[in-house]
Nanobody, 115 residues
Framework: QVQLVESGGGLVQPGGSLRLSCEVSGSFFSRYAMGWYRQAPGKQRELVAGIIPDGNTNYSDSVKGRFTISRDNAKNTVYLQMNSLKSEDTAVYYC?????????WGQGTQVTVSS
C-alpha cells in the first residue's frame, strides 16, 4: 500500500511563505504524476499544481507566479513552495500520486493565512 505523508503546513501572515512536503512510500515514485490539491471550507477540492515524471508542471491560475511545485526522486518527495500567500489560500492541502491504474492521497495539512 502506497502511503503519502504531508508536512509543512501552519499559520502564516499574508505575504508570507510556506513550503509543503509530501513523502511517498514505495519504489515507483519517479513514475507517478504528482499533484497538490486544496480544499477550503464549503468548497470543492481543486488542483493547485501538478508535476509529471519528466518534470513538466502546471498550475491553477490563482497560484501561477506565486507557487512552485518540484520533486526529488532520490527522496521520494514532492514539494510545494508557496510565496506571497493570501487569505484565500487558506485550505487543507492534499498530496496526490497517480500511477497507471491507481491514485493515492495523503491525509492533508492545514494552511491558514491570517494576520
Amino acid at each position: 500500500q502506497v502511503q503519502l505523508v504531508e508536512s509543512g503546513g501552519g499559520l502564516v501572515q499574508p505575504g508570507g511563505s510556506l513550503r509543503l512536503s509530501c513523502e511517498v512510500s514505495g519504489s515507483f515514485f519517479s513514475r507517478y504524476a504528482m499533484g497538490w490539491y486544496r480544499q477550503a471550507p464549503g468548497k470543492q477540492r481543486e488542483l493547485v499544481a501538478g508535476i509529471i515524471p519528466d518534470g513538466n508542471t502546471n498550475y491553477s491560475d490563482s497560484v501561477k507566479g506565486r507557487f512552485t511545485i518540484s520533486r526529488d526522486n532520490a527522496k521520494n518527495t514532492v514539494y510545494l513552495q508557496m510565496n506571497s500567500l493570501k487569505s484565500e489560500d487558506t485550505a487543507v492541502y492534499y498530496c496526490n500520486a497517480k500511477g497507471q491504474f491507481l491514485s493515492y492521497w495523503g491525509q492533508g495539512t492545514q494552511v491558514t493565512v491570517s494576520s
